[in-house]
């Protein structure tokens, strides 16, 4: 299983942005898009990789992963946590994992939706 650093980029009123962070010797290139998923369930509605832009900066580059924001409420209504767990494989089938911490606001809606 191989270890991904997740992080929240961006959250809007449409939707939840996160990157992936791939360990060394891996890139953003090799991750399946379709096999994504949030806490085994929520697939994203959109994905892409940062472009290589031939600098040192490129063993740097994410995996970004955008999720609709209603469904991640809804989610989190459900499931009764406080963390965001991304799941997937790579092209060549090894699985991998990683955890985002989730942000105020979307506790906030997750409490206000459950009372």
């Known amino acids: 299983m191989l270890m991904a650093l997740v992080r929240l980029a961006r959250v809007s009123p449409d939707c939840v942005e996160l990157t992936l962070e791939l360990p060394s010797g891996f890139s953003p290139e090799q991750v399946e898009g379709d096999s994504i998923r949030v806490n085994g369930e929520l697939r994203p509605k959109e994905w892409s990789q940062e472009p290589r832009r031939k600098r040192p900066s490129d063993i740097f580059r994410l995996f970004h992963v955008v999720?609709?924001?209603?469904?991640?409420?809804?989610?989190?209504?459900?499931?009764?946590?406080?963390?965001?767990?991304?799941?997937?494989?790579?092209?060549?089938?090894i699985r991998m994992e990683g955890i985002c911490l989730l942000p105020a606001e979307l506790l906030a809606a997750k409490v206000s939706r459950a009372s």
């Open 67 to 93: 999720f609709p924001r209603p469904d991640v409420e809804d989610l989190l209504a459900r499931g009764g946590e406080s963390v965001l767990r991304v799941t997937g494989a790579l092209c060549n089938g």
